[in-house]
């Protein structure tokens, strides 16, 4: 597997997202989780992604079990920050933000218990929380740093001006956030280019548009009942067909290539700059054996430029989120 610098570390080109392995997704055994979060080690796949909400707790007590004998392998990150229902968490279910200090290492502390471990590689703040100033957060977490609680301070979906003011009080190894071909936003918010300036690393979620962008996503009438991209607008009937034509040329470049929709997308992320690491899901193995062989595969000039052309933002149909969850993310 090739490898990409993480703050001070170096991971995999492709790490794995962990969210579907417990929610959002449909029904997902345990025993098949643990499975494929083995495999993806087998894979050289070190980079594993989760968060408190997940489950909630559920996935990072996941990973606690699975990864706890492979620790010294692998590199976890997980986030803290969202207000939600505690019995029940999906993105309907989260009310709001908290970005207070005392919230970030009660956090910290609870996390560590979950995942079996002493030290959190990577902690984000999943939103920034509009009434708590970044730098009182991140001071916060830079206070567990100190302490060997945590080696390394991320943000998620947060501005290029916020970015640079949390930098400023300790430096952030990474920002999470949403890319891919049909989400571009920070292509022109100053985002990427701020990554790139302060040397942190970018590390885009839903690099496959949930599973959209692969070709193979489910109507929404044929999604599981649990499935919350029952909610996502551009998976509405409305919007979904305008969206499936697109894709189509994903398709076709696929097949010119020998390869999968789903490995021209990821390799398109992959080639917009080295300090970008991409966490896909993957519930299946076959799926994550896939997405791992992306990192092989190399687009021409011309085939990213078809699809950038493809999948210019007046052309994607449907926001990304419904207006309430949207809102919780800094432009």
Known sequence: MKQRKLGSIEVSAIGLGCMGLSQSYGVQDEAASIETLHRAVDLGVTFFDTAEVYGPFRNESLLGTALKGLRN?????????????????????????????????AVAEASLKRLQTDVIDLFYLHRVDPAVPVEETVGAMAN????????????????????RRANAVHPIAAVQSEYSLWTRDVETNGVLEACRELDVTFVPFSPLGRGFLTGKAPSGSALDASDYRHSLPRFQAEHAEANRRLVS????????????????????????????????????????????????????DDERKKLETTFSPENISGGRYPAAFESMSQK
Do not use: Y
């Open 144 to 163: 567990l740093v100190a302490e060997g609680k945590v080696r390394m301070i991320g943000l998620s979906e947060v501005s290029a001006d916020t970015l």
């Open 249 to 300: 040329v994903i398709e076709d470049i696929a097949t010119s290539k020998g390869a999968s929709a789903a490995q021209v997308a990821l390799a398109w992320v992959l080639a917009q700059g080295n300090h970008i690491v991409p966490i896909p899901g993957a519930k299946r193995i076959a799926n994550l054996a896939q997405n791992v062989e992306a990192t092989d595969l190399v687009l021409t």
């Open 73 to 105: 392998q692998v590199t976890i990150a997980t986030k803290f920050g969202f207000v939600f229902n505690r019995d029940r968490s999906d993105f309907g279910e989260i009310t709001g933000t908290d970005g207070r200090p005392e919230n970030a290492r």
